[in-house]
């Protein structure tokens, strides 16, 4: 319950460097990209530079406990192709269901199992995708040469 209620942060002062856990209603109110610094910690036992980092489990010690690390291959926000049912393959942009606010849902042993997503085009649809039938969105290596030289002669 612990990594489901806190956040990771790291203080940027140079000395320090510290990583800590914050309460998410607390992480949420910090600005992204925003220098934070340990002063800044809610938590009044892990708010200076001269305490030690609060532990934090890792690989090893969640394995034990029958817990793992997933990760996605493809974030939020990846711009995929999917192929559903008979239509053709068509461009898609990976992103939070409205209702769940999820955009993928892992099956029992933790693999990723479907991708929420909407398409590209007029009028929007949204789509939960297997992930079998989802794949990162193809950029030809010779089409990316070409973008290149044509934006150094410009």
């Known amino acids: 319950m612990l990594l489901r209620t806190k956040h990771q942060i790291t203080c940027i002062k140079c000395a320090c460097l510290k990583w800590r856990l914050v309460l998410n209603k607390d992480a949420e109110i910090i600005t992204p990209n925003a220098p934070w610094y340990c002063h800044m910690n809610p938590d009044p036992f892990f708010s200076s530079c001269l305490v030690p980092e609060e ?11 029958g817990m793992k690390f997933v990760y996605s291959p493809l974030p939020a926000g990846s711009l995929v ?18 209702l ?15 991708y929420h997503a909407e398409f590209l085009g007029n009028p929007h649809s949204r789509i939960w995708a297997s992930a079998r039938i989802v794949s990162p969105y193809p950029i030809p290596a010779a089409k990316v ?3 290149e030289v044509a934006y150094i002669v410009f």
């Open 55 to 65: 532990w934090f489990p890792n690989h090893t010690d969640l394995y034990g406990h």
């Open 100 to 114: 769940s606010g999820s955009y993928v849902t892992y099956d029992t042993d933790g693999h990723i199992d479907r």
């Open 145 to 147: 040469r070409l973008l």
């Open 81 to 98: 192709m999917i192929k559903a049912s008979k239509w053709p393959w068509w461009p898609a942009i990976l992103c939070p269901d409205p």
